[in-house]
């Protein structure tokens, strides 16, 4: 299933704020370590809009102070070293999370809040990180109304291509809770390819390669005939230009004899470090400066090559996940059309000679790296608003697997990884035991083979169902992800009719970092899951069976005599005890075994049956 973008009408203006029909809508990158928001201009173009002091970028921070209103950006940004604990820096990498999942990674007092998502504590009060987000766009979003003259009705906002369904869905309640009506949520490897004006080009795959402050993203997309397709997906949240920032800053500290830096200390070193690395992507040494804390400064001149030399095996470690998404796709570094470079940390030297190594083609990077998400959007906010005619069409991916538990804690996938969205898919199912009246659907998300290697996201209970025997019933279960990622799962009995569904919206998701461990695992665990789910599928079976038999002989044991009754008991108890031990093989044997012992006795209970159905009628009334 896809969805036509809205087109305007034939003679519409194509200044999109100023004309009666045109609507003011804006384009954000919601980002890890900088925010922006982008428009089109009265000249047709897309472009980011600039603060008063004529800066586009917006760091992403938020100071809060007690009983005062939140400082946002760059403001917030001067109170960090006083204040670290009141001020929160890259609060995307909490979206969607919980207290297990990045407890260990930040100095913030956190604790659980309710529904599951994490909770900071800063200016004396807690705060979830979807409010936190919020500040920020609601920052943007006075920006947008103060420049471009009135009220925004409406805007599009970018995400990491792997944020699964509960950061999406927490993406764009911060959207909603800042004032914004969030038409759309993009990818971000897509609304760069948008600024690109790929949609405008030649036709052919185009690989985003998106390394940014925190995370790494890869995408390969696919553009025929209108269509513009995501093909695979691929990051590392574990890369970003901070680490880049991190080796050098631990290098300068090191050369100077300090093992053991204070906070503050480490903070300033971080942000010299920045700056340096900032300066030799223009230049080949720059002076590394810092304040020490006896009130002496020192100083060191890093050359271009020792950085290098310092960030190589970060960089390289960017290939893996572009290798993993070319293959994903099944293609070559030649079938590639261009190479799209986004996010600040591609412009350096070194990733972009990287870049040209592994695709065999030079990068495009005509754009702003910093700006190109945003600017994206824009285009796609516009339209959405139908200020702009296009026949194009966009389908995303889903990052992840999503499937439902099955008998034995095996998950069945429905939706495999890497399908285009928006998209429906149903499968059939049926019940278990006899006289089965509802049926609990849980959904989880992942790559694994069984529940517990992946991630549960909702669950809900499909009542009414009939009794029949156990296989007699028909439950199709329906996956229906939208334009912006989110899942809706229905379950409906087919002889009846009787339906339910839920909009799967978890309280918090996967990070970025479990995507990518899941998918790893997901690899080298290939050959044990494939084992894992023969002995599940075994014992499953094994029980089914012994369900079977016991409801035979509870109703027709009269039909044996004490010898064949202890022999299928015999029987039975074989495949009880080879269910209880880890060899598929040996269930499936006793099994057949246990076929063998019950075929006389189903024969005879067969005749019985037949023997009910014709008694007080005559043979010719069946012929």
């Not at 004529?54 to 100071?63: A, E, K, T």
């Not at 036709?203 to 209108?226: K, M, N, V």
């Not at 044997?589 to 009910?612: H, N, P």
């Amino acid at each position: 299933m896809t969805v036509l973008l809205d087109i305007a009408e034939p003679g519409q203006s194509l200044k999109p704020h100023e004309a009666r029909a045109l609507k003011r809508v804006v384009g954000i990158d919601l980002g890890t370590t900088f925010s922006l928001v982008a428009a089109i201009t009265t000249e047709g173009s897309a472009a980011c809009i600039p603060d008063e002091e004529g800066r586009v970028s917006v760091p992403s921070i938020v100071h809060y102070a007690v009983n005062n209103a939140p400082l946002v950006g760059v403001e917030a940004m001067a109170m960090a070293p006083q204040h670290p604990q009141d001020t929160i820096i890259s609060v995307k990498r909490f979206m969607g999370r919980g207290l297990k999942d990045v407890q260990a990674q930040t100095p913030y007092q956190l604790e659980e809040g309710e529904g599951g998502m994490v909770r900071l504590l800063a200016g004396g009060s807690w705060r979830s990180p979807v409010e936190v987000s919020a500040e920020i766009l609601r920052h943007l979003h006075q920006r947008a109304k103060e420049v471009l003259g009135g009220d925004i009705h409406g805007a599009v906002i970018t995400v990491p291509a792997y944020f699964d369904d509960a950061q999406r869905q927490a993406t764009k309640d911060a959207g909603r809770l800042a004032g914004l009506e969030v038409m759309r949520l993009v990818n971000e490897p897509t609304a760069a390819a948008l600024a690109y004006g790929l949609d405008q080009g030649k036709e052919g795959l185009y690989a985003i390669y998106d390394l940014g402050g925190g995370t790494f993203d890869i995408s390969i997309l696919r553009l025929h005939q209108g269509v513009f397709q995501v093909m695979a997906t691929g990051g590392d949240s574990a890369l970003g230009g901070d680490d880049f920032d991190h080796r050098l800053a631990q290098y300068a500290l090191q050369h100077w004899g300090i093992s053991s830096p204070s906070p503050g200390l480490l903070q300033a070193a971080r942000r010299m470090a920045r700056q340096v690395k900032e300066q030799l992507s223009q230049q080949e040494t720059a002076e590394f400066t810092l304040q020490l804390e006896d009130g002496s400064s020192a100083a060191l001149t890093i050359s271009r090559s020792l950085f290098e030399e310092l960030i190589e095996d970060l960089v390289r470690a960017t290939g893996i996940p572009c290798r993993r998404a070319m293959k994903d796709a099944a293609i070559q570094p030649e079938d590639l059309q261009g190479v799209v470079l986004v996010g600040g940390s591609t412009r350096v030297p070194l990733v972009r000679q990287k870049v040209a190594e592994w695709f065999g083609q030079q990068p495009l990077c005509d754009l702003d790296p910093d700006q190109v998400v945003a600017i994206g959007a824009a285009h796609q906010a516009d339209l959405l608003a139908g200020n702009t005619r296009s026949d194009l069409l966009l389908l995303d991916v889903n990052p992840l697997s999503l499937g439902i538990e099955t008998m034995g804690g095996l998950v069945e996938k429905i939706i495999p990884r890497n399908s285009p969205i928006p998209c429906a898919r149903a499968q059939e199912f049926t019940t278990f035991k006899d006289g089965q009246t509802a049926m609990a659907i849980r959904v989880v998300q992942g790559e694994r083979e069984t529940v517990e290697q992946c991630r549960a996201l909702a669950s809900f209970e499909l009542r009414g169902i009939p009794p029949m025997t156990a296989g007699a019933a028909r439950i199709r279960v329906t996956f229906q992800v939208d334009a912006d990622g989110l899942l809706t799962v229905a379950a409906k009995e087919q002889t009846t009719g009787v339906e339910q569904s839920v909009a799967v919206k978890p309280s918090y998701g996967l990070s970025d970092e479990e995507i990518e461990r899941m998918l790893r695992e997901a690899i080298s665990h290939g050959a044990e899951d494939i084992q894992q789910r023969l002995l599940r599928e075994a014992k499953v079976e094994g029980e089914r069976v012994l369900n079977a038999v016991s409801s035979a002989l509870k109703k027709d044991m009269d039909l044996l005599d004490e010898e064949e009754l202890k022999t299928i008991r015999k029987v039975m108890r074989e495949v009880w005890e080879a269910c209880q031990g880890s060899r598929h093989e040996a269930i499936d044997e006793a099994v057949k075994q246990l076929d063998v012992a019950t075929r006389t006795f189903a024969q005879r209970r067969m005749d019985r049956d037949i023997r009910q159905a014709m008694a007080g009628h005559r043979l010719e009334e069946f012929g």
